[in-house]
């Protein structure tokens, strides 16, 4: 009897977090970040990844209460600048001579999958970093939903590993309970 219960509170959980989660997603729904390296050389397509840990690593406290995409925007927003020193200093502490342009744009994008979420081409809005004349190749994800900031883990592909903290839970469980 108990691991009915068990179960069914479980289910009612699952479902109570589905019924949470959106239907449909529009591209409005989402913030997105696309950083340009200067060029395609070596050294400017390495650094442009060190700058993006770098903004990752400065924003990511900083959107930890956004609960909104408009939240986010506005938390973004308010640190355009600071976002542009860190890439400046990143570039510098590299020994690169030129500097970022860091903005808040609308910009097209094209379809993207990260991990199993699939984002379809279209008009975003987006933080949009350009590191010197912003010409290379260029790495973008999501900012809101923070599917490249909060929640995730780089493994090293430009692919995020998610964790559930509800499975953890339940895995944790059912281990002691065997």
């Known amino acids: ?43 400017d397509q390495s650094v442009k990844y060190i700058v993006k840990s770098a903004v990752v690593d400065y924003l990511t406290p900083c959107l930890a209460t956004a609960t909104t995409k408009d939240k986010a925007m506005d938390i973004v927003r308010s640190h355009l600048k600071d976002i542009e020193n860190v890439c400046n200093k990143t570039l510098a502490d590299n020994g690169f001579n030129y500097g970022s342009k860091v903005k808040l ?3 097209e994008f094209p379809d993207r999958t990260y991990n199993g979420v ?9 933080l949009i970093v350009e590191l010197g004349s912003g010409s290379g190749n260029n790495w973008w ?18 692919q995020i590993v998610y964790k559930s903290k509800l499975m953890e839970i339940i895995r944790n469980w059912q281990a002691n309970h065997k």
């Open 118 to 126: 699939t984002l379809s081409a279209g008009v975003y809005d987006a």
């Open 141 to 158: 994800c999501v900012v809101y939903p923070p599917l490249c900031f909060v929640g995730g883990e780089s493994n090293g592909t430009n």
């Open 1 to 43: 009897m108990k691991k009915i219960l068990i179960i069914v509170s479980v289910l009612i959980i699952l479902v109570g977090v589905i019924m949470l989660v959106p239907a449909e997603q529009t591209n409005a729904d989402f913030l997105r970040i696309h950083i340009r390296a200067d060029s395609n050389s070596q050294s």
């Open 105 to 107: 744009a609308v910009e």
